[in-house]
């Protein structure tokens, strides 16, 4: 029978082998994924950043990601080498230095959860929830998302994802899915200076995104990463240097055409999604907020909720 | 020659069916189930799927049910809003002409 165990409990020879092997498993939210790869890099990166995630050591009976992180071709597995996710179909990644293998697996792990699970609407959002329900950020890259997201967590909200908002098909819940925060360029140093160096990973230089760093997950984000919640607020945030903080409240009907082009798998999924997000939005506001710092978009979020954070 | 019959001269209807609607703040949400395609719709736009989807009317006589329903004078609603309404709810699919030759 397997057993689940905090990956940290792990020996490092014990998580090389089953990396190896092919037979690691990380169960995480709705999710079970099997993870290979040989790479010290991506060793480093789950024994730190993955500490506290629950593991196994053997293929579980049901498995919905299946993650390998290998070389592009047999030059690149000695000479130069590089590394690329393989999600078991055909993805447009770029290879990546080897040293880059924390990227390569948070990206083949979007892209695996993005276009390949269909048992929820995934949207592209940051989402943090507390007892009263949770609040889904839906933006574009570099609008502040992470930096929102990350505020949050300081003041009392758990961390359901900052990448997927997962939407149940039969009752519009959202499902928690914490996978580590990923902060990009100067955004590092802002959640740093918010959280502590020992919450952010070693930053990846130089990436086709730029700088990269993690800010790990919290053992309560993940001890319940099992119960969904009903969503309170949608919000469409929006980072301006220099901006006057402003909140601008949104039809639902245009939230909702807001977040379809957002999601990955709405299309495909059809009308079964436009029932789960009609039936996100039914009794819940959506703003669109802007502003030029973080304490700003905290008193937003706080003049919109009611409840005092700052 | 028979010149073509102008959008208002022809007969609309709509299957409803074959769409689901939800209504925001007099704006509305349409999932078109063939195309698989979301419309956000004023009350306009939606006022005309809904009167084709019980009865076929030609443009003209949506235009005189329109005023009606919606309590607007010729010149709140003029035939050219409602010509250009009818032609991009055709386009989505929303709409479509009956065809009175057959």
Known sequence: MNTLARLGSYSRSDLRSALKQGTLTLHLGPFTHLVSGASNALLDFLSDTYRDYQVEMAPSDVTDVLLSLEAPNLLRRFVRRQITPNPGFKVPAVPLPIHMAPLAYEMGLNLSVALKCCRFINVHAGVVADDSGAIVMSAASGAGKSTLTAALLQHGYRLFSDEFALIGLDKPLLYPYPRPISLKQETISVVRDMVGDSWISETVTDTPKGDIAYYRARESDLAQDKTPTAAKLLLFPKFEKGARAMTHQLNPAEAIMRLVPASTNYSLLGEPAFHALTGLLKNIRAYEITYGSTTDSLRLVEQITGQKML | ?102
């Open chain 2, 1 to 102: 020659m028979v010149a073509a019959p102008s959008l208002m001269e022809k007969t609309w209807t709509s299957d409803s069916g074959q769409f689901l609607a939800v209504e925001y703040d007099d704006t509305y949400l349409v999932y078109f189930k063939p195309s698989g395609d979301t419309h956000f719709l004023n009350f306009l736009s939606f006022g005309i799927v809904d009167a084709v989807s019980k009865t076929a009317l030609s443009g003209t006589e949506l235009h005189e049910k329109l005023k009606t329903d919606f309590s607007l004078t010729s010149s709140e609603l003029p035939v050219a809003l409602v010509t250009s309404t009818i032609g991009e709810l055709d386009q989505a699919g929303l709409i479509s002409s009956v065809d009175n030759s057959k």
